[in-house]
């Protein structure tokens, strides 16, 4: 029950899992079980990678700091005691009545808020092939409000980079942007961005295209704003940021797009900050923790996470979260725009979601 | 009442001050006049450099876009034309309930609460000659919630590097941590931290000291979790930064601090980012849009940022705010614990707060 017991099952999970592992991966782990039964809300809790939790709760229980019984999963008398003589712990002072974003949909139009409701009910359900998986409609209007917050939208052109949150039907409600357009891969969802768009009379350009093809040049330095949600591989954070970048206008435009712990560990995240800094030479204005909230998507028990969790067992609430962050163009930037076709954009030993 | 006429102020703008500016800074100072006549205001809301408004509605003033009146401004006709005929504009979505902060300060034990702001209500005042200003009471409050939601207070070993917020007591009253010290240059402060800390049984390690010297071995290589709100100088932010950094005792350890956008543009941001990402090698976990809120000093007509003021009068609400960063420590990690004697660490082109 020591900390250099804790630190040799770090290196054995890193040696396991390639993911860098620290005293502190497995303390988050420990808290977050403290917290929680289910596998799912326990790494979301904890804040480290799905893959490394998996193995971590695996390890950890064989050095009985933890025990699973019935597909829950508990701390044992020796992870109570290691949290206990160390004091640690952490306490939750989320905002009820924001959920922690800072902002409020309820200051957008009322109708905006009902019909976009009604949209979204209908819309077609994630697929796995492009690693879909949606945020709550509610998310969908907080990040147009947070976009509107800045002066990012009235006004403005934008563009979707993969549409499966409905960003662009969003706006048009509003009403506010000069031009949308949306790139999407998938039929299905720009023939059903196409219907309601046609339905309600907004202006939406809507290309059906892999991203990996560079833009259409038509689309490059042309807008304000862009908004994405990429797959957390580095390869994909380059294709759909740097691609993002791209079809801005100028200086002193702006990004915003959700990134997530779960699929991808704080040094992932230090090597895509670095990118956006050195590479893309563009600023962070906000990173707003836990600002989506992913609806559970229906190929769960299909997907990677699903194979290496300990036991398998539904969610029981809202699991898979990301951060939102918000970034803007500087003098000197430079996008990406070169293709990336026949590469495989979905995989690393973190990604676990896709 | 073209974009081409602001682009010209824009360059214009740019050699008077010696910052970078871009359309987007005069469409923001623009849209920031159309919320406010008062100019504390307007530097709030344009998020733009102090000075760079300041000269800027000099500049926009002098074309007709703005005018001055009995101290107060507002858009001219021709201001008012240029945003509705691009559709520019905001709208604020703040949520009333935490000011946008994510977090509630109501989680926290009532006593506490009604504790410290009886502690606050003694403090001394914020000095010029340190450039000093601090934040709210319920700011302090809020920073040390946001440390106990991510686990870096309890039986954590708490640095205050420069403790004007008196966030060291503030802790102390928590119970939670298991060492606090304070590094302050200000006898003051420490004199006052030591009194209240004497008369509550707080044991907090207080050193009167200016951080440009090095930080004494015993300081170095020992903390979980450091807090401070560095002047944004970069040389103040290599300082600040870079010795909290220095006294963490390895990976995964915790940072915050404030980065305001009055006295630092988002170039300067950026150049900061790189120096976090590239010289320090920790990631930033989040960044927290005017999460502090700087009670107003009382040397205000006395600081740089009132002799550039293009109207002098007195703020009406809150107008010095900052973001809230969080950062860790990951594999590879370096501090910065050189001296820095002799060096002016409060002046730059862009610092107007000091």
Same mark, same amino acid.
């Given at each position: 029950?020591?900390?250099?017991?804790?630190?040799?099952?770090?290196?054995?999970?890193?040696?396991?899992?390639?993911?860098?592992?620290?005293?502190?991966?497995?303390?988050?782990?420990?808290?977050?079980?403290?917290?929680?039964?289910?596998?799912?809300?326990?790494?979301?809790? +904890?804040?480290?990678?799905?893959?490394?939790?998996?193995?971590?709760?695996?390890?950890?229980?064989?050095?009985?700091?933890?025990?699973?019984?019935?597909?829950?999963?508990?701390?044992?008398?020796?992870?109570?005691?290691?949290?206990?003589?160390?004091?640690?712990?952490?306490?939750?002072?989320?905002? $009820?009545?924001?959920?922690?974003?800072?902002?409020?949909?309820?200051?957008?139009?009322?109708?905006?808020?009902?019909?976009?409701? @009604?949209?979204?009910?209908?819309?077609?359900?994630?697929?796995? #092939?492009? $690693?879909?998986?949606?945020?709550?409609?509610?998310?969908?209007?907080?990040?147009?409000?947070?976009?509107?917050?800045?002066?990012?939208?009235?006004?403005? *052109?934008?563009?979707?980079?993969?549409?499966?949150?409905?960003?662009?039907?969003?706006?048009?409600?509003?009403?506010?942007?000069?031009?949308?357009?949306?790139?999407?891969?998938?039929?299905?969802?720009?023939?059903?961005?196409?219907?309601? +768009?046609?339905?309600?009379?907004?202006?939406? #350009?809507?290309?059906?295209? =892999?991203?990996?093809?560079?833009?259409?040049? =038509?689309?490059?330095?042309?807008?304000?704003?862009?908004?994405?949600?990429?797959? #957390?591989?580095?390869?994909?954070?380059?294709?759909?940021?740097?691609?993002?970048?791209?079809?801005?206008?100028?200086?002193?435009?702006?990004?915003?797009?959700?990134?997530?712990?779960? =699929?991808?560990?704080? $040094?992932?995240?230090? *090597?895509?900050? *670095?990118?956006?800094?050195?590479?893309?030479?563009?600023?962070?204005?906000?990173?707003?923790? $836990?600002?989506?909230?992913?609806?559970?998507?229906?190929?769960?028990?299909?997907?990677?996470?699903?194979?290496?969790?300990?036991? @398998?067992?539904?969610?029981?609430?809202?699991?898979?979260?990301? +951060?939102?962050?918000?970034?803007?163009?500087?003098?000197?930037?430079?996008?990406?725009?070169?293709?990336?076709?026949?590469?495989?954009?979905?995989?690393?030993?973190?990604?676990? +979601?896709?």
């Amino acid at each position: 029950m020591s900390i250099s017991e804790l630190l040799e099952i770090a290196k054995l999970l890193e040696k396991k899992t390639s993911i860098l592992t620290y005293l502190r991966s497995l303390e988050n782990i420990l808290l977050a079980v403290k917290k929680s039964d289910n596998f799912w809300t326990i790494v979301r809790y +904890s804040g480290e990678p799905l893959n490394l939790v998996a193995e971590g709760l695996r390890l950890l229980a064989e050095r009985n700091y933890i025990n699973f019984s019935e597909n829950k999963i508990y701390l044992s008398r020796k992870g109570v005691e290691y949290i206990k003589r160390n004091g640690l712990g952490s306490y939750d002072y989320t905002c $009820d009545k924001c959920k922690g974003k800072g902002i409020l949909i309820e200051n957008l139009d009322e109708d905006i808020v009902k019909e976009f409701l @009604k949209i979204h009910e209908r819309r077609p359900s994630a697929m796995q #092939e492009f $690693d879909q998986g949606y945020v709550a409609p509610e998310i969908t209007l907080a990040r147009i409000a947070f976009m509107d917050s800045y002066g990012d939208l009235r006004g403005r *052109k934008v563009l979707i980079l993969g549409d499966d949150d409905l960003v662009s039907l969003a706006i048009g409600l509003t009403g506010f942007a000069k031009e949308i357009a949306v790139i999407e891969i998938d039929k299905r969802l720009t023939d059903y961005i196409s219907e309601i +768009s046609r339905k309600y009379g907004f202006d939406i #350009e809507i290309y059906t295209r =892999d991203l990996r093809e560079p833009l259409p040049d =038509d689309l490059v330095g042309r807008f304000d704003t862009f908004q994405t949600d990429p797959p #957390e591989t580095i390869k994909a954070l380059r294709l759909f940021i740097g691609r993002g970048i791209a079809a801005l206008h100028g200086e002193r435009c702006a990004g915003y797009f959700g990134l997530t712990r779960i =699929d991808a560990s704080l $040094d992932k995240w230090l *090597k895509f900050q *670095k990118m956006l800094t050195n590479e893309f030479k563009v600023v962070i204005t906000d990173i707003v923790r $836990d600002f989506n909230e992913y609806i559970d998507w229906e190929y769960l028990d299909k997907m990677h996470g699903w194979k290496v969790a300990p036991v @398998k067992i539904k969610p029981e609430s809202t699991w898979f979260v990301s +951060s939102q962050y918000r970034i803007e163009t500087l003098r000197g930037f430079r996008g990406f725009n070169e293709p990336m076709i026949d590469e495989d954009i979905y995989v690393d030993e973190e990604l676990a +979601s896709a």
